[in-house]
T-cell receptor
Framework: SQQGEEDPQALSIQEGENATMNCSYKTSINNLQWYRQNSGRGLVHLILIRSNEREKHSGRLRVTLDTSKKSSSLLITASRAADTASYFCATLPQGGSEKLVFGKGTKLTVNP | DAGITQSPRHKVTETGTPVTLRCHQTENHRYMYWYRQDPGHGLRLIHYSYGVKDTDKGEVSDGYSVSRSKTEDFLLTLESATSSQTSVYFC???????????????FGPGTRLTVL
């Protein structure tokens, strides 16, 4: 069963705008990760946030985590056409497992 | 980029035939994973390995088997392929190597399998 669920399923914006994607999950986690997938390619790790962290930045990416609401958001600022991709959240449940559980993804289109 | 390759990259086969997909890594990572990706389902874990000869089932393991006889290779076998196994298969690796965050996974380029 899917742990993470991204919202929205699809998002279309203009270059220069900010893009926000949300992820909700069901059980307690060790960490939450975001991945990007360009069409026809494998996933690429973007950022990892641990359960005791609330916010993390990496370049134009900002991730927040609210463990009380079991939710996370990924913000891409000043988006570019090259940001067009699918974005997935993945959670590592507590309990010692090494099995990430992926959501179904948000398809982001950035129009030039 | 993490050194991870998959072979073949594309395969078309017929129902009932055995198929083996190979994942090869040059990073010496401990963990290796096989996922399948289907429209509307995202990525689902088939099997994973936490060391040589140590494997465990994932969410959708029925109809699949795996083997890992050495650190760098993780094989996924469909003993008798069915049309429902038409999918894109991704291998991933993880492990605390070269300062990377533990649990961060690196993905291969994928294998597109079509079962007719």
């Amino acid at each position: 069963s899917q742990q993470g669920e991204e919202d929205p399923q699809a998002l279309s914006i203009q270059e220069g705008e900010n893009a926000t994607m949300n992820c909700s999950y069901k059980t307690s986690i060790n960490n939450l990760q975001w991945y990007r997938q360009n069409s026809g390619r494998g996933l690429v790790h973007l950022i990892l946030i641990r359960s005791n962290e609330r916010e993390k930045h990496s370049g134009r990416l900002r991730v927040t985590l609210d463990t009380s609401k079991k939710s996370s958001s990924l913000l891409i600022t000043a988006s570019r056409a090259a940001d067009t991709a699918s974005y997935f959240c993945a959670t590592l449940p507590q309990g010692g497992s090494e099995k990430l559980v992926f959501g179904k993804g948000t398809k982001l289109t950035v129009n030039p | 980029d993490a050194g991870i390759t998959q072979s073949p990259r594309h395969k078309v086969t017929e129902t009932g035939t055995p198929v083996t997909l190979r994942c090869h890594q040059t990073e010496n990572h401990r963990y290796m994973y096989w996922y399948r990706q289907d429209p509307g389902h995202g990525l689902r874990l088939i099997h994973y390995s936490y060391g040589v000869k140590d494997t465990d089932k994932g969410e959708v393991s029925d109809g699949y088997s795996v083997s890992r006889s050495k650190t760098e290779d993780f094989l996924l076998t469909l003993e008798s392929a069915t049309s429902s196994q038409t999918s894109v298969y991704f291998c991933a690796i993880s492990g605390q190597q070269r300062g990377f965050s533990y649990n961060e996974q690196f993905f291969g380029p994928g294998t597109r399998l079509t079962v007719l």
